[in-house]
C-alpha cells in the first residue's frame, strides 16, 4: 500500500514538472502563409522573452526544430522562422541555394518576412513585449545580422557561421540589438577579407558587437549533420563538438544578461 502510494505521488509530481510543447504554427505575410514551429515549457508561469530561430539554407528543418526546444528547455518561447514561405524546406544544395539567394535578393521582402514572424512571436500570450531576440545559423546567420543593421527592434542577435558580407553600411546608432558572431576560424566560405571588413563595419557604427572566433574550425561546426553533408555533396563543412558547445554556453550567458 505504501509503495502504491509513493508511486501515485512520484507520477503526480512528474506530471508537474515541466514539459517541453513543440507545434508546428501559422502567420502570414501579406498573402502568403508562412509556417513555423513555436517550442515553449508549458509547465512555466508567467510571460517569457521570445527567440527567434533562423535556419540554414535548407530551411524550417529538425536541426532549427531542435534549437527551438533547446531554448525552450532554458525558459523562452522559440519559433522557427520560414523565410521561404509555406514552409519550404530543401535537401540538396541546388534547391537550397534557388531559396536562399530569392531571399538575398531582395531585402525588403527578406526583412517582411522576418518581420512577420517577429510580430508573431511577440503577441504570443507568453511572451513580453518587446523582449525578442534572433539566432541565425548559416544563411540565417547573415538574416539575422542584416535585420539588426535594418534597425530591428530585437534586443539581441547571434550569428554560428552566418555570412557577415552585406551591401548595407549602418550609421552610427541604427543597430539597436546586442550582437555576438561565432565564427570558425578555418571556414573557406566566410574569408579572413570578410571577416575583417565586417569589425571595421560594426566598428564604424558602433555597435554593440563580440566576434568570437575558433581556430581550426569549419562552417556548420554547429550541426552534427555537417559531416555527412560533406560527404554527400563535397562540402567544406564539419560539425565541432567544442565550438557547439562553447558558442551555446556562451549564447545563453548571453541572452541571459540581455533579455528581460
Known amino acids: 500500500m505504501k ?52 535556419p540554414e539554407w535548407w530551411g ?8 527551438a526546444r533547446m531554448l525552450a528547455g532554458e525558459g ?44 508573431f512571436l511577440d503577441g504570443q500570450p507568453n511572451v513580453k513585449k518587446g523582449e525578442i531576440a534572433a539566432l541565425g545559423y548559416c ?25 557577415l558580407a552585406s551591401d548595407v553600411s549602418p550609421k552610427p546608432g541604427e543597430i539597436k540589438a546586442k550582437i555576438r558572431v561565432f565564427h570558425g576560424e578555418a571556414d573557406p566560405i566566410v574569408p579572413p577579407e570578410q571577416v575583417e571588413a565586417f569589425k571595421t563595419e560594426m566598428a564604424n557604427a558602433k555597435a554593440d ?14 550541426n552534427r549533420e555537417a559531416d555527412s553533408y560533406a560527404a554527400q555533396f563535397g562540402m567544406p563543412l564539419k560539425y565541432d563538438a567544442e565550438a557547439d558547445r562553447d558558442s551555446w554556453t556562451r549564447t545563453l550567458e548571453f541572452l541571459k544578461a540581455t533579455l528581460n
Open 76 to 119: 523562452y518561447v522559440a519559433l522557427v522562422v520560414d523565410m521561404y514561405g509555406g514552409g519550404q524546406t530543401a535537401d540538396n544544395p541546388k534547391d537550397a541555394g534557388a531559396l536562399a539567394g530569392s531571399v538575398n535578393r531582395n531585402p525588403p521582402l527578406a526583412y517582411a518576412r522576418f518581420d512577420a514572424a517577429r510580430t
Open 139 to 163: 544563411f540565417g546567420g547573415g538574416v539575422v545580422l542584416n535585420m539588426a543593421r535594418a534597425g530591428m527592434p530585437l534586443k539581441a542577435v547571434a550569428s554560428y557561421h552566418g555570412v
Open 3 to 54: 509503495f502504491l502510494l509513493a508511486f501515485s505521488l512520484l507520477l503526480l509530481s512528474s506530471s508537474a514538472m515541466a514539459a517541453i510543447v513543440g507545434k508546428d504554427v501559422q502567420y502570414r505575410m501579406g498573402d502568403t502563409v508562412m509556417r513555423g514551429y513555436l517550442a515553449f515549457d508549458d509547465a512555466a508561469k508567467g510571460k517569457r522573452a521570445g527567440v527567434l530561430v533562423v
Open 60 to 67: 524550417a528543418n529538425d536541426y532549427a526544430r531542435k534549437r
Open 209 to 222: 558587437y563580440m566576434f568570437v572566433a575558433y581556430p581550426g574550425v569549419k562552417h556548420t561546426f554547429t
